[in-house]
């Protein structure tokens, strides 16, 4: 059974760590075992996580800090964790590196751009011409706006097409990085995809595909990356 790393969040006022239990859920669902990385251990650390895992998941969360990607922040940047700032994109460095094994969620997919040397769009709201609601107040697990794949993506293979996804972000990827591609978006042409063009498998997605993972086409993704993580 693969081993699945998966980031977390931090708490500041408590000093907890924490992630969601959909996250778990849905690695369980897909085959793998999920094992929680606390995101305040230290850079040092880094080698012998990857050792002891077999594909990296990368969570969602607070704002990567603009600082990281060469940018000033902007009036609507939100909270944002040094910490686990650090940590991950450390952690992805080292991954990518390795040809290990990456889903990157929401926040994952900005850290996965970042790490490889791209840039973030820092508030949709106020870049993008005309945009769509990309926080929804819906429930998690229902989906609010469509996002259209590229052909010949490993993201089309499980997802097809279209899909109807949720969403909860006001950061996004702005400029690929080498070696990645785009490969879907909103009608808004915010990038809700992106994959590496010279790792076996590394894809992120900008919405929270763990809370809709019942849903069996939603799931394909997550076991499309435990059976990489196991080969």
Known sequence: MPVIGITSSYDRESGRTFLSRYYVQAVEAAGGLPLVLPCILSEGMVDKILGAIDGLLLSGGVDVDPLLFGEEPHPAMGDIC???????LA??????AMDMPILAICRGIQVLNVAAG??????????IRNPLKHDQLAPRWYGTHTIHILADSKLAAVWGDTLVV????????????????ATAWSADGVVEG???????FVVGVQCHP??????????????????????
């Open 82 to 88: 040094p910490q686990r700032d650090r940590f991950e």
């Open 91 to 96: 952690l992805t460095k080292r991954a990518l």
């Open 118 to 127: 791209g840039t973030l769009c820092q508030d949709i709201g106020s870049a």
């Open 166 to 181: 949720n969403s909860f972000h006001h950061q996004a990827v702005d400029r690929v990085a080498e070696g990645f591609r």
């Open 194 to 200: 992106m994959e590496s063009t010279v790792h076996s």
């Open 210 to 231: 763990e809370c809709m993972y019942q849903d069996p086409r939603i799931l394909a993704l997550f076991k499309s990356f435990v059976e990489a993580a196991g080969k």
